[in-house]
């Protein structure tokens, strides 16, 4: 199973930010500006199985904005289903490092479907409901192919109804020079996932939690 590693920024001034990016060089991936409409919907058991033991079960949809660039290109939702839990610790005799505790490092397999509507039926089916859904504008960017140092490297910025927030994800070194060249150091790290931030800000707001979802 694959490793995912990143963490979140949350960016107050976008602006200021997008100038980093320039600076850098960073490019939108994807066609026109590169920005994407996400909707995910998080699965799990009616006594919360999977949460439980730090697992996640999400189909998300993407759906590119701007127009297509011809009629034969139409801009069409990708669908993903994604399965994460937390990394499993090398046991003693095992050389392999502990994961860096200054990242959120967890094992993922990420495929792409062809219907969300008829996965959402067999995982209902299986007995497990989609109970929590989030929304988020994302657009992603790749630094030059000049800096080595930032090969396998994204750069997500996650426009959603909490915040704006900056999601890079990769290798160790990259993750942290990256942050290092946009101005922030690791007590800036977030390593919460969007439900964790969507119930502190209802908390906070002291409103009852829904759907992170925009109005």
């Known amino acids: 199973m694959a490793q995912e590693r990143e963490i979140k920024l949350k960016i107050e001034d976008v602006k200021a930010l997008l100038g980093r990016l320039k600076k850098l060089g960073a490019q939108p991936v994807g066609a026109g500006p590169g920005r994407v409409h996400e909707e995910n919907v998080i699965f799990d058991t009616p006594q919360g199985g999977l ?13 590119p904005e701007g127009k297509a660039k011809s009629k034969k290109e139409k801009t069409k939702p990708r669908v993903m289903l994604t399965f994460k839990r937390p990394v499993t610790r090398p046991a003693a005799s095992d050389r392999r490092p502990v994961p860096d505790s200054s990242h959120k490092v967890r094992e993922e397999i990420e ?30 960017y790749r630094l030059p192919g000049s800096k080595a140092w930032a090969r396998g490297l994204l750069i997500e910025l996650d426009q959603t109804p ?10 160790a070194a990259a993750i942290d020079q990256a942050a290092a060249e946009l101005g922030y150091s690791k007590r800036n790290y977030v390593l919460k996932n969007y439900l964790t931030l969507y119930i502190e800000e209802c908390r906070r707001k002291g409103v009852q939690p829904v759907h992170m979802v925009f109005s």
């Open 162 to 171: 909490i915040g704006t927030f900056l999601e890079l994800e990769g290798p």
């Open 111 to 140: 495929m792409e479907v062809t219907d969300a509507a008829t996965l959402t039926t067999i995982f209902e089916g299986l007995g497990l409901s989609g109970w929590f859904r989030y929304e988020k504008y994302r657009t992603t």
């Open 51 to 63: 949460a439980k033991h730090g697992q996640l079960l999400r189909i998300r949809t993407m759906t």
